[in-house]
């Protein structure tokens, strides 16, 4: 009896080994989920639509939708109706480690002319459209104790305060670019959302993240239709499907193998620990949550980046920066790298180095050569036929 006990005891630790060194070879994808304004912060409302629950619904819809893939964690910065610092919220995201951070928004406009879905990536901008959103989401600030302290001085009405705040990492641009265009499209090809782009702006909550990050605006709740759809759990579905979607597809491309390039290479922000908060309990004035319907994501099949000849019409390239400006494509702009060439299909541009249809060359000749220029953070990029494609794509 005693043998046998020994060796299942044996056995039994055995298993948990081998699960724990599972666990730690498959890391897996963390993903923030920042549901804009809540508590005493309304956010806008217009018409009896009032952004902090818009925001807050979509925001638990996309998690749920997120959890069906085991390969998946999910942190929130809020689940209930409880008023969350804005400094806190990027705090959030860097105690985790995350790998991304999407902060969700409805937009609103006095006029109440305007319609549509924008994706904003932290950066300058001179647009006053794009300042005013920045300025709207980030007023937030003035209903925290002593912010003109805690924000070193920064005025979020005034435009010269918003545009001097600076950009962490070049690459958050690039990768953040990445995942709001992702999903813009959906938006855009699918829902038949109007699009208005994915655009810069100087939000703070996207200024002391240390990982790719957006803030989503919805769409207009001023706009009384386009309001009427986001308050309905149609709507609501419709959006947090679409916006998982292209955070699977995000994922996909650059969560390969439970490794992340962008962390490799990222500096890490340090962050304050965060102070014990009670999240209030719903009351009779908090607008319960409605259970959303079942909605199934696609899961995609594993790929893995192998090295193998590709199909005619595949292109490589080392994405090396992503710019609101446009450069002219000489050496003396790339810390002399020749064989540039660039995509300004979007508002913020993104820059490429060398074209190869060899994948082996890419990630290794081009990619060594990018990084030793001081592109430390270039990754490689596809293309098939002119259009983006995932590297996992390209080379089936």
């Known amino acids: 009896m005693r043998g046998n006990t020994k060796t299942k005891l044996l056995f039994l630790l055995f298993i948990i080994g081998c699960g724990t060194t599972f666990g730690q070879g ?10 804009g304004h809540g508590g005493k912060d309304y956010g806008a409302i217009y018409h009896g639509f009032i952004e902090k629950n818009i925001a807050l619904n979509v925001a638990l819809k ?25 400094t806190e919220r990027p705090n959030i995201a860097n105690r985790a480690d995350a790998n991304i951070f999407v902060s969700i928004h409805c937009n609103g406009e006095p006029s109440k002319n305007a319609f549509g879905t924008e994706t904003f990536v932290i950066g300058p901008t001179k647009n ?26 920064f005025d979020p009405k005034s435009p010269e305060s918003i545009i001097g705040i600076g950009i962490q990492q070049e690459a958050n641009i690039s990768r953040s670019i990445d995942l ?68 699977l597809s995000y994922k996909k491309e650059f969560f390969v193998d439970g490794e992340d390039d962008f962390k490799e290479n990222s500096t890490p922000i340090k962050t304050v620990p965060k102070e014990d908060v009670e999240e209030p309990r719903p009351t009779a004035s908090t607008k319960a949550l409605p259970t959303p319907k079942p909605v199934v994501i696609a899961k995609d099949k594993d790929d893995k980046n192998d090295d193998k000849p590709v199909s005619k019409g595949v292109v490589f390239k080392v994405q090396i920066s992503a710019s ?63 259009k983006k494609v995932t590297v996992q794509e390209a080379l089936k």
Do not use: C
């Not at 498959?26 to 549901?35: E, G, M, Q, R, S």
């Not at 769409?219 to 419709?238: K, P, T, V």
């Not at 002219?328 to 810390?335: G, V």
């Open 180 to 247: 709001a265009s992702k999903v813009q499209d959906g938006f855009t090809n699918t829902l038949k959302r109007k699009n208005r782009s994915v655009k810069q702006a100087p939000f703070w909550v996207l200024h002391r993240t240390a990982m790719p990050s957006i803030l989503i605006e919805l769409g207009f709740i001023s706009y009384q239709q386009e309001g009427a759809y986001l308050n309905s759990d149609e709507g609501q579905d419709d959006m947090a499907k679409s916006i998982a979607k292209a955070i």
């Open 62 to 86: 996309v998690g749920r939708l997120l959890e069906q893939d085991n390969a998946v964690d999910v942190i929130f910065t809020r689940k209930t109706d409880v008023f969350i610092e804005l």
């Open 128 to 153: 006053s459209s794009n300042l005013e959103v920045a300025k709207t989401e980030n007023n937030v600030i003035t209903l925290e104790k002593d912010y003109k302290l805690k924000y070193g001085g």
């Open 26 to 35: 498959n890391p897996k994808f963390k993903v923030v989920l920042d549901a």
């Open 324 to 386: 609101g400006k446009s450069l002219d494509l000489t050496p003396a702009n790339f810390k002399g790298l020749s064989n540039i060439s660039k995509d300004d299909s979007a508002a913020v541009i993104k820059y490429f180095y060398g074209s190869t249809s060899d994948y082996a060359k890419a990630k290794g000749e081009l990619l060594s050569e990018a990084k030793a220029k001081g592109y430390t953070s270039a990754f490689v990029v596809a293309f098939k036929d002119g």
